[in-house]
């Protein structure tokens, strides 16, 4: 059963600094996924990862993934208060049938 | 504009009252699906359909029914709602065959007294 894990679950982060937010998932897949959530808003996609070593930036966010590790890091640079919301990972089943989904990482960002 | 429309927004109902929740979509994708958000449990899917009239339970399907007959529409139907089924539902879809990139509607917030 492909499980997937996202930590930490809350992070308060200071305006100007780095953070790294983690993804781990249990089982191969070939495709990763992150979304960020507004406070009651939908989810609207980031980044899709495809490849072992896939970098995606925009802006002050950056996703890479290590399909070996089957580990994928959204990394922070420099917070500011828009970026607080909660980021989902998700990774597709092996069958292509669903994303499954972490539980997400609510990101606060103070001055 | 590109989208998912799901209705209604907001409901609240008694246990035992049937309901449905409708979803369209637009943008001509074959797949699509319903997922539910919960404190703690993050988004966990329902059901999922590859194209019309094709349909398959996800890992939380219990107390839910679907149905696919036009590509466009995707209603989740609650025959008779429990109080465990208070949650905020998603429908999504993706132009991909089978789960890709998901456009997500903006979410339907069911209370079940």
């Known amino acids: 059963e492909l499980k997937v894990e996202q930590n930490p679950l809350f992070l308060s982060m200071q305006e100007g600094k780095n953070y790294t937010i983690y993804c781990n998932y249990s089982t191969t897949s070939d495709r990763l996924y992150w979304y960020r959530q507004d406070p009651g808003k939908s989810l609207e996609s980031l980044f899709v990862?495809?490849?072992?070593?896939a970098v995606k930036q925009e802006g002050r966010l950056m996703a890479s993934l290590d399909t070996k590790a089957r580990l994928s890091t959204l990394h922070i640079t420099a917070a500011v208060h828009d970026l607080s919301a909660t980021y989902f990972c998700a990774v597709a089943n092996q069958a292509g049938t669903a994303l499954i989904f972490g539980k997400g990482t609510t990101l606060s960002v103070s001055s | 504009e590109a989208q998912v429309t799901q209705n209604p927004r907001y409901l609240i109902t008694v246990t035992g009252k049937k309901l449905t929740v409708t979803c369209s979509q637009n943008?001509?994708?074959?797949?699509m699906s319903w997922y539910r958000q919960d404190p703690g449990l993050g988004l966990r899917q329902i059901y999922y359909?590859?194209?019309?009239?094709?349909?398959d339970k996800g890992d939380v399907p219990e107390g839910y029914k679907v149905s696919r007959k036009e590509k466009r529409n995707f209603p989740l139907i609650l025959e008779s709602p429990s109080p465990n089924q208070t949650s905020l539902y998603f429908c999504?879809?993706?132009?991909?065959?089978?789960?890709?990139?998901?456009?997500f509607g903006a979410g339907s917030r069911l209370t079940v007294l």
């Open positions: 943008m001509n994708h074959e797949y």
């Open positions: 359909s590859m194209n019309v009239e094709v349909t």
């Open positions: 999504a879809s993706s132009f991909f065959s089978g789960a890709n990139v998901l456009t």
């Open positions: 990862l495809l490849s072992n070593g």
